[in-house]
């Protein structure tokens, strides 16, 4: 299973390689979340390719995907659905909204107001939606990919801590290295691939590796290592309050879809160190901006020994 | 106005303790209005956090300094000395109780509180006292835990326990500070005590020793390297007098000898003086241990010879301090018991200082003090006559009626009813008038044995006066008129001698003295004080003998010696702690499988590629790779085998493998790559 994984994730990447070009690494990362069957939060500026990646992402898998542009004004049946009267059957019709799809892109997550995102964060815990009385199961499986503009935060609603929590990565893609933006800049617009991008996976193989990665072996001194760096983070007179549990569970998780990828069946701490920044910066209540958390986390990854 | 910072509640609860236990050790020598004020502050602290009162304002606070500062200058009426001293800083530390704006505000306060606890060491080092003072400073640590703990830590139990370990902890370099750390001597002079000297005083007159019978206090403590002497034998010397102006008796001092020095130190001894004294016999040996008087005088048996370097002997053979004793001082004194002191003819200014009489005084016993030397021209038959007088026709009494103008006219012929100082007075002034010379000596008579320890007790109820007549070709004889009126007085100790009166130790109404006719508070009362004179006597005698004792213990005592000591000792009393911080470290679960590894990577920090903390095998193996590409195949499969080992759960299969490699994994500096 695992070199099959390594195979299938191999041609996922270099798919959406050919429209984001010069971010594997967050690809891999964006792969690995969506592996580990948790949602993903991008931040980042305008024009760096969030929307770029999640289409591409969602092109590659395969699944059905909807866009969600987020504004002030949306509201929550807007995204889940409405009952129409019809006059024919002289009955209400339920017409679902575009969160009944494999992959929702929630555009500007922040611009809407909270109504809008607890209907949405609720839709991403439990996988399911009350309307109306009437609990509908949402689509399996079911991917939230958010992005938001951490810039010009007027008039926007910022999603809380618990909200946060939700989302088993945060990404930031950042600007690309020079190589791959001349590449860009040379190129044809990368979007126009998107059209033709064919699915790298089928849905089958997609839920056969969903349950590959809990079949990934955590040994015991793993689990040793990874509480040490969960406590350093609760111990430091730098962070108010460390990571939850319930981070804990997401970083085990996370390394097991990154050692999976890797071709492997069990983690190792290198598996731990790649994903505890994506998965662990947005949990972290720092004070100094936003680059204290991602240098705390790298403080804490280079003080906690492995053995 | 609202407070900038507030002290967490839960260290609040140790640093009002602190305030009230500073307060509280100091309540005899503080003036009643700052206990007050410390009081209100405290409350004011409590009710700020009950969030019933407000900041005190600007005009309260500077009122209150206003106030406290009037009231300084009204009750004492100076601000040098000790108590004044300590006052102005219980005053500051009172006032700063109602000004906590900051961390730092609340941390002043603690460090105060260290300061004033300690100084209660200037005003007694008894062993209650030291013991008081190192239980008063633990609230002041667990406050200062609390202060700097997390909020777990800082509940009022738990920053207790803290700062009990941690003093317990201190203890062993306490004790190595103690017993190596350079006494400093008087590199500033404590400020005395303003309430004067204890003790006798240095003039008498009528009524002055009641106040000492009414006090039960231990005046000094006596161990003798034989057995203890006779109760009669025992005059504890202290002050001579030969200088009356009709009511007072005062010493003449360095003034009244004006052929020479006055003091005689031991490392200058004078020829002339051994000349006036002749010694007979074997000397008495003993060491007294004074509590403080606050004056020079020292007590000893007649004629002393003391070796310590600070003791003096004055011209009228008895023992000075260099300085006043502030604090307990211990001396060990030669006496020769039997002596004869100037049997040679005084010279004449002499014998003028010890026959002035004051003019206009006492005029009828002038009169019959000379008809009575014309009766009896014999010195010694006429002391007798005397005597005999005392004895037939006077009382001993603490009460005795107040005198007039003529104190020993009216005491001698009319009220007839004194105890020591009336005597000595008067029987003075007469052998004076008679045309013998005289003179009053003040000090302690007698004493308590301890019952199981060899020592002297000596109490401020023991003072005593006397007289010392001179007899040509005798010299000066000690006669105490006393003992002609009393003489259990002096068989007996006084406190026996007056257990019934109910004046006898009324300044010391809560003092066990007072109950010694109850055998087991009696037996706890000695036991008690031999405990305090085994403190004096070991822990602040240790200044005196710390020398000799490392002198024993270093062979030479120079600045490496005692360097060298204190990081070797200091070592050995701190062991205890590194054991108990090495026993209670985070267990390190490394098996056999992880230790391998760290053999692995030391091998490589041998030649310089030490893994760095947090380097997880595989990123350490890709940079062994560029740094020393030799060995990168390796240093890659035992990796590749240790991570299979540890992380797949295949130790069984790969352990065995990874050991063998490893023996064969040996690195060297030529592996590595030099930079280019």
């Known amino acids: 299973m695992s070199k099959q994984s390594q195979e299938i994730t191999a041609a996922i990447i270099e798919r959406v390689e050919s429209v984001l070009v010069g971010k594997q690494d967050s690809v891999r990362l964006a792969l690995a979340c969506l592996y580990a069957g948790g949602h993903l939060l991008i931040e980042d500026l305008p024009g760096m390719g969030k929307t770029t990646l999640a289409q591409a992402l969602a092109a590659a898998i395969g699944l059905s995907y909807t866009r969600v542009q987020f504004t002030s004004d949306l509201l929550p049946a807007d995204i889940i659905g409405v009952s129409v009267y019809d006059r024919n059957k002289a009955a209400f019709d339920f017409h679902p909204g575009p969160l009944f799809n494999q992959l929702v892109l929630a555009d500007e997550i922040n611009r809407t107001t909270p109504k809008t995102q607890s209907a949405l964060l609720e839709a991403m815990a439990e996988g399911q939606i009350s309307v109306e009385g009437e609990t509908r199961q949402l689509p399996h499986p079911f991917y939230v990919i958010a992005t938001q503009n951490p810039l010009s935060q007027s008039g926007t609603f910022p999603l809380p801590e618990s909200q946060l929590d939700r989302f088993l990565m945060r990404l930031r893609l950042g600007y690309p290295d020079p190589e791959a933006e001349r590449q860009l800049l040379s190129g044809a617009d990368p979007r126009l691939k998107l059209a033709e991008l064919k699915r790298g996976i089928t849905p089958a193989q997609l839920e056969a590796i969903q349950a590959a990665v809990n079949q990934v072996k955590v040994s015991g001194s793993l689990v040793d290592y990874l509480q040490r760096l969960l406590q350093f983070t609760r111990s430091s007179a730098d962070i108010e309050y460390g990571i939850s549990p319930r981070g804990g569970i997401a970083v085990l998780k996370s390394a097991r879809a990154w050692a999976l990828m890797a071709g492997r069946d069990y983690v190792i701490p290198e598996d731990i160190q790649a994903i505890f920044a994506p998965v662990c910066a947005h949990r972290l209540p720092v004070s100094g901006g936003e680059h204290g958390a991602d240098n705390f986390i790298q403080q804490a990854l280079n003080s906690v020994d492995i053995i | ?676």
């Open chain 2, 1 to 676: 106005m609202r407070p900038l910072w507030q002290i967490p509640r839960d260290c609040l609860f140790w640093l009002l303790v602190s305030v009230v236990i500073s307060i509280g050790l100091h309540l005899e020598h503080l003036p009643p209005w700052i206990v007050l004020s410390g009081i209100v502050a405290t409350l004011w602290q409590i009710q700020l956090y009950r969030e019933r009162w407000r900041q005190p304002g600007r005009f309260i606070k500077w009122s209150l300094v206003g106030a406290c500062a009037a009231g300084l200058v009204l009750h004492y009426g100076r601000i040098s000395g000790l108590e004044p001293m300590v006052a102005l800083l219980f005053a500051g530390y009172v006032l700063k109780l109602l000004e906590i704006h900051h961390k730092r505000d609340a941390l002043v306060l603690l460090y105060l509180s260290y300061l004033i606890i300690i100084l209660q060491s200037l005003f007694s080092s008894s062993i209650v006292s030291s013991l008081l003072v190192f239980c008063a400073l633990l609230p002041v640590t667990a406050a200062l835990v609390a202060m700097h703990a997390d909020v777990e830590s800082r509940r009022p139990a738990s920053a207790l326990r803290t700062a009990l370990t941690m003093t317990l902890q201190a203890i062993p370099l306490m004790l190595v500070m103690f017993v190596v750390m350079p006494r400093m001597g008087s590199l500033w002079a404590v400020p005395q005590h303003s309430s004067g000297t204890t003790g006798v005083s240095d003039s008498m007159s009528p009524g002055d020793m009641t106040q000492l019978g009414r006090n039960g206090d231990v005046a000094f403590r006596v161990e003798f390297d034989g057995p203890i002497p006779e109760q009669r034998e025992l005059y504890w010397r202290g002050l001579v007098f030969s200088g009356f102006d009709g009511r007072r008796w005062q010493q003449e001092g360095p003034w009244g000898y004006n052929d020479g020095q006055f003091l005689q130190w031991p490392d200058k001894p004078l020829e002339a003086w051994d000349k006036v004294v002749m010694r007979h016999g074997e000397p008495l040996t003993y060491r007294i241990t004074l509590e403080a008087t606050n004056s020079p005088w020292l007590f000893a048996l007649s004629t002393p010879v003391s070796q310590s370097p600070t003791v003096a002997l004055s011209r009228d053979f008895r023992l000075v301090n260099r300085e006043p004793v502030t604090s307990k001082l211990q001396y060990s004194v030669n006496s020769w018991l039997d002596n004869q002191l100037e049997p040679d003819l005084l010279p004449g200014w002499r014998a003028r200082l010890e026959l002035a009489i004051p003019s206009g005084f006492n005029p009828k016993t002038i009169a019959v003090a000379q008809q009575w030397r014309q009766e009896t021209p014999e010195t010694e038959a006429l002391i007798n006559r005397l005597l005999a007088l005392y004895h037939r026709e006077f009382t001993y009494t603490l009460r005795p009626p107040a005198l007039g103008k003529h104190t020993v006219d009216e005491f001698l012929w009319d009220t007839k009813k004194g105890f020591c100082e009336f005597y000595a007075s008067s029987f003075v002034f007469f052998m004076r008038a008679a045309g013998v010379p005289a003179r009053v000596v003040v000090g302690y008579q007698g004493g308590e044995r301890h019952p199981t320890e060899n020592y002297l007790l000596v109490h401020q109820y023991d003072a005593h006066a006397w007289a010392e007549v001179w007899i040509e070709g005798r010299g000066w004889l000690r006669v105490d008129p006393t003992a002609a009126v009393a003489p259990e007085r002096i068989e007996m100790s006084f406190a026996d001698l007056f257990n019934e009166q109910d004046d006898f130790l009324a300044a010391s109404p809560f003092s066990l003295e007072r109950l010694r006719h109850i055998d087991w508070l009696n037996r706890l009362r000695l036991k008690l004080d031999s405990l305090d004179y085994a403190w004096a006597k070991w822990v602040l005698g240790y200044d005196n003998r710390q020398n000799d004792f490392l002198m024993n213990l270093l062979g030479a005592v120079n600045p490496q010696r005692i360097a060298l000591f204190i990081v070797l000792a200091g070592g050995i009393a701190l062991l205890p702690v590194f054991i108990m911080l090495y026993l209670s470290r985070e267990k390190n679960t490394w098996d056999q499988l992880d230790r391998l590894f760290l053999q692995f990577c030391s091998r490589l920090e041998k030649i310089g590629l030490p893994r760095k903390p947090g380097e997880g095998p595989r990123d350490y193996a890709q940079r062994i790779r560029l740094q020393a590409p030799s060995l990168a195949e390796q240093v890659d499969s035992l990796t590749r085998r240790y991570e299979r080992a540890r992380y797949a759960e295949q130790q069984e299969a790969e352990f065995k493998q990874f050991k063998a490699a490893l023996s064969k994994f040996k690195p060297g500096r030529k592996d590595r790559l030099t930079r280019p």
